[in-house]
Structures are given as C-alpha cells and as structure tokens.
C-alpha cells in the first residue's frame, strides 16, 4: 500500500466521522398548506424535524392517512449504527497503520456493502412505512395509494411534493467511498506496475 493510499485511507476515516456530527439524509414535504415546508433529518442515531415541530407535524398529517407515527425510538437500526461506523472507522486505522493491500481491499469491500446495505435499508423501512397502510382507521382513504417517500429524488405523495436527498453526513460518507475507491485503484496500479 502506498504512502498516498493510506492518506486516503485516513482522510476516509475522518469523513466517516462527520456522520456523528452531521445528519445523513434529509427528507422535505411541500405543499400549498405547507408553503415553507416540513422536513425530516435522517441521523446516524435519530430522526429529528428540520425546525422544532416538524417531524410532530408530519406524525399528525399521517395520521389521517393510516400511516404509523415515525418514532425513532422504534428504529432499532439507529442503536446499530453508531456502533457499526466506530468498527468500520478502527478498521480503517488499522489498515492505514498496516498498510496492507489485502486489508485495504477487504476494508473497502467492507464499506461499499455496508452504505449499500444502509441504502437498502432505508429503501425498506420507506417502503414499509408507506405501505403498511391502516386503511380500516384511515381519516382520508384512497384506495391502492402508497405513500413510500423516494430514496433519491423528488416524488409526488398527494398535494406533497416528497424530496429526499444526501444531506451533510451522507455527502461525506459518498466521499470516503469514492477515496477509498481511488486508494484501492492506485494501490493496485503500483503493483502492477512493480511487477
């Protein structure tokens, strides 16, 4: 591995960190009634509102659709994951103080299936959320619509226009991976040339 690499590596680790201090994910509602909007803040241990009564609001508004309240308390993923970026974050300083081919090559494997796993995730629990529907105690009944909030995007949910987006530590974990990448590329492209 060489020295860059492992700078790379290190500068990985730190934006890897920012997740504990920045939100991951950022969900926002707008419509008419609402014109400044509500939003959600998706953290590595909790889901807060973007202004103070926010995410009360969004618990009210689908309430009246049969949708169950957002309680992250009930997340449990969100007990798992501060632990799981600490282990992935001191394997990534042992593989910088290594320096290691093989252990950065499992390290990043490592990586790119956990924030595919974390993006999967999140697809599911929207998925679920917006279609376990009590449509028996619903307020406003539509027959056949689901309301999943988009992983990526914009999406129409009745006269709300969904947007969910990447936030700050969301950013910052895209980042270590795509250094991470470059790391496991120059790491190999010495070797080969060594060879």
Do not use: C
């Not at 500068?11 to 920045?22: D, H």
């Not at 973007?50 to 969004?58: G, R």
């Not at 974050?89 to 490592?110: D, E, K, P």
């Not at 105690?137 to 539509?142: F, G, V």
């Amino acid at each position: 591995m060489t020295s860059r690499a492992r700078w790379l590596v290190l500068a990985a680790v730190a934006l890897l960190g920012t997740a504990y201090v920045f939100p991951l994910w950022r969900v926002d509602l707008v419509a008419p009634q609402y014109p400044e909007g509500l939003g959600m803040l998706i953290r590595i241990d909790g889901v807060e509102g973007v202004k103070p009564n926010d995410l009360h609001s969004i618990n009210g508004l689908n309430h009246y659709i049969g949708m169950k309240a957002i309680v992250p308390e009930a997340i449990p993923e969100l007990r798992w994951m501060p632990w799981i970026l600490a282990g992935l974050m001191a394997g990534g300083l042992l593989v910088a103080a290594a320096r290691r081919r093989l252990l950065l090559y499992l390290w990043g494997a490592a990586l790119g299936l956990l924030l595919a796993a974390g993006l999967w995730d999140y697809w599911r629990w929207g998925y679920d959320y917006g279609h376990d529907i009590d449509r028996d105690h619903a307020i406003i009944k539509i027959p056949g619509m689901t309301y999943s909030p988009p992983v990526i995007g914009s999406k129409q949910l009745l006269n709300f226009r969904a947007n969910s987006w990447p936030s700050t530590g969301g950013l910052a974990m895209g980042v270590a991976a795509l250094l991470v990448a470059v790391a496991i590329v120059q790491t190999a492209r010495t070797r080969r040339e060594a060879a």
